[in-house]
C-alpha cells in the first residue's frame, strides 16, 4: 500500500509520504530525492489529481474490506528503506484495521504463512527471540513502531539510536 500512496498521492517539492516522519532527520542527499516524487503519476492537472487521490482512497476502501472479508493480508513493501514497513502498517490503521490487528498482521500472520510460527511471530518459551522494544503503545497507537529503542535479532542486541549515525541519520 505504501507503494501505490506514493504512486497516487506523492507530488514534486514535497518530502514522499514514506519518508515524512523522519524527513528532518535524513540526509540532505536522500531529502532531495524523497521531494522528486519520480515514483508519483503526473497529476499537474487539478482533475488528474483529484482522480488519483480517489482512486487511492478506493485502495484504502478495498484494503478494508478485505480484511473484513477475512482474507488473509500479508504485510510487506516493495519500498527500499526498512522504516517503509512502518509506514505500510500506519496505512493500514488508516484504513480502518484497529493497531492491534495490523501487529498480529505483521507478526504470527505473516510466520503462519511462511510456515515458521512454530519459530516466531510471537514470543512464547521455546520460539527465537527477535523481536522489537518500542517506546510507546503501537496497540493503541499503531506510528508509536516508529520509536525502536531496542533490536533483538539472532540472540544480538541492537540500539538503533547507536546505529543511525553511520546511515547519516540524526536519533531522535
Do not use: C
Not at 497529476?43 to 474490506?65: F, I, Q, V
Not at 502498517?89 to 493497531?99: F, N, R
Not at 496497540?139 to 546505529?163: M, Q
Amino acid at each position: 500500500m505504501g507503494v501505490w500512496e506514493s504512486t497516487y498521492l506523492d507530488r514534486p517539492g514535497v518530502a514522499a509520504r514514506i519518508d515524512a516522519p523522519l524527513f528532518d532527520r535524513l540526509p540532505v542527499q536522500v531529502q532531495r530525492g524523497s521531494k522528486l516524487a519520480s515514483d508519483s503519476l503526473d497529476a499537474t492537472d487539478p482533475a488528474t489529481d483529484r482522480l488519483y487521490r480517489a482512486s487511492y482512497a478506493n485502495m484504502l476502501r478495498m484494503l478494508k474490506k478485505l480484511y473484513d472479508s477475512g482474507i488473509q493480508i500479508v504485510a510487506g513493501t516493495d519500498a527500499g528503506s526498512g522504516y517503509a514497513f512502518d509506514r505500510e502498517l500506519e496505512i493500514y490503521t488508516e484504513a480502518g484495521i484497529p493497531a492491534s490487528e495490523t501487529l498480529r498482521i505483521a507478526t504470527i500472520e505473516a510466520a503462519k504463512v511462511m510456515h515458521r510460527d512454530s519459530d516466531l511471530g510471537s514470543i512464547a518459551p521455546g520460539k527465537l527471540a527477535d523481536m522489537i522494544l518500542v517506546n510507546g503503545a503501537p496497540t493503541a497507537h499503531i506510528s508509536d513502531i516508529r520509536h525502536v529503542d531496542i533490536v533483538v535479532k539472532n540472540g544480538e542486541v541492537y540500539r538503533p539510536a547507536e546505529l543511525y549515525p553511520a546511515f547519516g541519520i540524526r536519533a531522535q
